[in-house]
């Protein structure tokens, strides 16, 4: 069973159309990466699989390991194993890192009927984690994504997911103003994530980034349409022709 | 005097007048009683108090305290924070000895309570009581000085520095039920010298009575003074409180105030500035829920030039309650290299809660930084989304993007057994104001 499947996905968000009837399958052991130019709706469809209230979904459905994911919240798609790395996090002052992540692992925990940490066993999770990021411990008692650096932030999502553990993560543009060390360390992050009961789908506008994480399926997004699919070598493709040959070929269709 | 005898609160000033008191003392009740018998209660008709309906406490009879029953110590553990920190326990308004902690006090610190101090001529008392804080500040500063019964009485002497906080517990019994309680404050801290004072108003009783409360603070120059005001009275009860601060060159003053209790409360905090360099820090944060009503009136008096303010004050309002703010702040036209910043920001958790925020500033030297900012909104639905992907929704999130929004404040508590009591106060308030 397809642990992600997307069907003739149509959304809106103020009743303008921006997703025009998307379908992609996703099993476990997969990584997908999604390109496409500026604006085509490749963090759309990551928000709406998250589950933000600013997009209606107008048709089409999407089941998510084996639930209907249109069905429910966005804390009980987390709750589920779906967890997206934002392309803008969002910054709240006043929560500690620690803190914030103690209350994200021990809420899913509840909701899968296990018990929650106290806060040193999670330390010491945490000091785990910190690892595959590559930080010390400094960082988790400064508030959450507040005063971090671009580069920062991005790094922050990796750390929650590696804290979270989800069985699908999307990561919209986590490779976005990394130094070249980040995007080694966030790559490798990724890669230690990977399993075959996870699967990934990676949005970047790099090909960069697919030499860390080598994707098994790519696809191209335009004007809200998956307009081509492959494997790898497509991206070397599209570094190589750009997205105009596609773009056009979609204006056509 | 059929006049007199339906003026509100007339019979209990009458009480207060009849007890034996002679001099300056007979004075001050006198003039007190005087004036707010001009004065009377505030109507909304009265800009300072527009937006703070005050009117109900004229039309009832407050009587005084009852006999209390005996309280054992244990019943104030939750409202005391350090062990052996020097204590003034008010219980329905009167002293008890047996409660507070006035031995083994440090050198060069007195504290007592205020009745004490009057009866041993301690001339401190006579220069400052009713001198700092005055009978034609507000109706109710009138009201005190005709009526108030006991309360605190500190003095640091210059150069000393307490080596632990000084508190004042004011609770409330069921013996308070419907009867006027009327603390005062008398705090002096000397040239150089340091101290932090914790003053709490706080309960046993859900009675409804009203609490007329004036602190006066005279800090010499170069003094400090970390005060921390707690109210958590009965949410059926009036509480009404001003504090008047005068600061000398050099010194340096800072309030926490928290407000969480009364049906409706009301803080002035006003300090007039005497000499060059003081600084003046408030920061405050108020909750409330039903139809309680918070009210924080602010008022710096930038009287000389090279003397800095900073303003925090925080509310969180639940149901159908309201929050009312003012913070003024009035540069002499001799005040120049004032630095004023004064921050209002206030989070509402429901459609019906309702704040009046009047920043007032008034500035009549020309090189001066000053600035404010008053904010009303609702939870951040960005962040609140963000927690909802991390596996936090609901109340969960709720509760926890309201605590962010009280820590920034409660961080400035500098008193490390304050700060983590009231945070677990806070906490658990907040908890039940999103719930
Ligand atoms: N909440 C919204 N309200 C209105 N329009 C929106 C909203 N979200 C996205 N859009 C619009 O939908 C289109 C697709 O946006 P989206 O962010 O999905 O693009 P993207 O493919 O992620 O682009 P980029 O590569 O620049 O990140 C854009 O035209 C954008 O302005
Ligand atoms: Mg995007």
Redesign the pocket.
Known sequence: MALLHIDNLHAA??E?P?LNGISLTVNAGEVHAIM??????????AQVLAGHE??DVTAGSISFAGEDLLDMEAEERAWAGLFLAF?YPVEIPGVSNAYFLRQGYNEIRKARGLDELDPIDFYDLLEEKLKVVEWGPEIMERAVNFGFSGGEKKRNEILQMAVLEPKLAIL??TDSGLDIDALRIVANGVNTLRGPEKAIIV?T?YQRLLNYIVPDFVHV?AGGRIVRSGGKELALELEEKGYEWLTSEAAVA | MNATATMPFADLIATTQASEMTGWLADLREAGAARFAEEGIPTSRDEEWRFTPVGPLGKMTFRAPAVSAPLDRTALSPFAFGDGWPTVVLVDGRFVPELSRLDALPDGVVVTSLAEAIAAGEPAVEAHLGRTATADQTPFTALSAATFADGLFVQVSAGVVAPTPVQLISVATDAAAEAMLAPRLVVLVGANAELSLVESYVTLTEATYFTNTVAEVHLGANARLDHTRIMRESEAAWHIGFTQVDQEQDSHYREFALAMGGRLARHNVHTRHHGERVETLLYGLYLTRGEQVADTHSAIFHDQPNCNSWEVYKGVLADDSRAVFNGKVLVDRIAQKTDAKQTNRNLLLSDTARVDAKPQLEIFADDVRCTHGATIGKLNPQQRYYLKTRGIGGKKAEQLLTWAFAAEVMAEITQPAVRVGLEALVHQRLDELTS
């Open positions: 968000a103020d303008k921006i496409g130019p500026n604006g085509s709706g490749k963090s759309t469809l600013a997009y392309q919209d543009e949005v506008h997004i």
